[in-house]
């Protein structure tokens, strides 16, 4: 499989000494070959100039080529792939009502309902001048009025796998015209574990379409998914924007990994956080879930969002997060994909990421709109060349927060680090110690009202209760059996896949 590749990087429009004649004309979307129905629902939208990977992905679709583009929510993908879909579709458009004149020839797929309709959103809003009827089906809602536009005629489907499997298997939709495929969040797709659906899917369509993949990673998984469904492709990548906001502050809590949940619990309930809503990040599902459960223990409305969670359990997460019945919303990288959610003042890194461009798309849903925003990560030692790699990026150094308790511990070396419930306890008793100082020392000053207590460490940590976690419990960890209980042997690495095309095409962007 031979492919071009094209990618598009950050120019050096900023630099005083170039010439203002070296700067090519940003192109517009008048430019780009577009229908002048399309073009009017474009400016109706205030839009006049495309984004980087609008200004790739339109020509090259609309030629006919298959694309595997690599972009993040946020670059203007989904018009990218939305425009050129539409102006494919419009050539044989028809105002009949007759079904039979609206068959199903573009298959859009997304991962969540709620990307679903943000795409079917965007075809509504720009197929407004053409004849193109289109539908948007997803798990969760009654079928039946999705069976019944289906057999009215629809030449354009919006769909999540597993819904549109249940209606292959109700006999309501047919692919035998479909044209075009558009796979869309395929990295998220993989982590909800819709591939084997996917796959099914693939089987049923007619050989010869055209196929688009998007993703904004490329693991071995989505290379050979690649391999499977793409011909040809043109690979588009639009560089990462590393940008960070002004209005943004950053933090870094330097603290031991077995008491970071201990001091977020510290962090939530101080006096100027009570009031604030936080997104917080985790590096698994396993993780995300087990700290959402012991912040619920600790009296904070907490939830998790993760690719394991049902369709019904993330939309009511994420509803009751806006509503603010729930406060802390833990997620992993990908399950917070896509989510929209205005004015989030906080954004916390349990766990610092592993790559430092996610550093900054994580922190890029705070400080939004010039609005103030929080950036806070809990930072173990053997963190140390993540955070190195993020100030690198971001060209700052992050100010370091220490807290009584919590600090000590972290910079201790790693033999005085408790590793026991005694020495744990000795630890704690003397956080609560230092806390009583501390505590002493600001009503003296006038500072604080007497008979104020200033949450400690000490005070947000579980009892000896069987009922609950062991003092040493890791929550972002998975089980592990004591010395003398039985053993796990270890899963057999798969045994290594000759690189196939797609992969060779990837192999120098250094992705994921």
Known sequence: MNATTQSTTPSAVDDQDASPAAVPPAPTFDDLGLL?????????????HP?????QAIPII????????GAQTGTGKTAG???????RLARHASSSPSPARHPVRALILAPTRELAMQVHESVVTYSKYVPLRSVCIYGGVDIKPQIAELREGREIVVATPGRLLDHVQQKSVSFAAVEVLVLDEADRMLDMGFIPDIKRILAMLPKERQSLLFSATFSNEIKNLADSMLKAPQLIEVARRNAVSETITHRVYPVASDLKRSLLVHLLTHDEEKAKQVLVFVGTKFGA?????YLERQGIAADAIHGD???QQRTEALEGFKSGRIRVLVATDVAARGLDIDDLPHVINYELPHTAEDYVHRIGRTGRAGKQGDATSLFAPEEKQRLADIEKLIKRQIERVEISGFAELASAPPERAPSNRGHKREHLERAREKARERDRALTLDGNRPAGRELPTPAAHVPRLDPRLPKLDFDPTKPYVNKPGGAEIAPEKPSPTRPQRPVAALLGGLGKK
């Open 289 to 293: 879930s087990r700290l959402a459960v």
């Open 51 to 55: 984004t980087p990977i609008q200004t």
């Open 309 to 311: 969670k049902s369709q």
């Open 36 to 48: 002048p129905e399309l073009l009017r629902a474009v400016k109706d939208n205030g839009y006049t």
């Open 62 to 69: 609309m030629a006919g080529k298959d694309v595997m583009g």
């Open 81 to 87: 792939f939305t425009l050129p879909l539409l102006q």
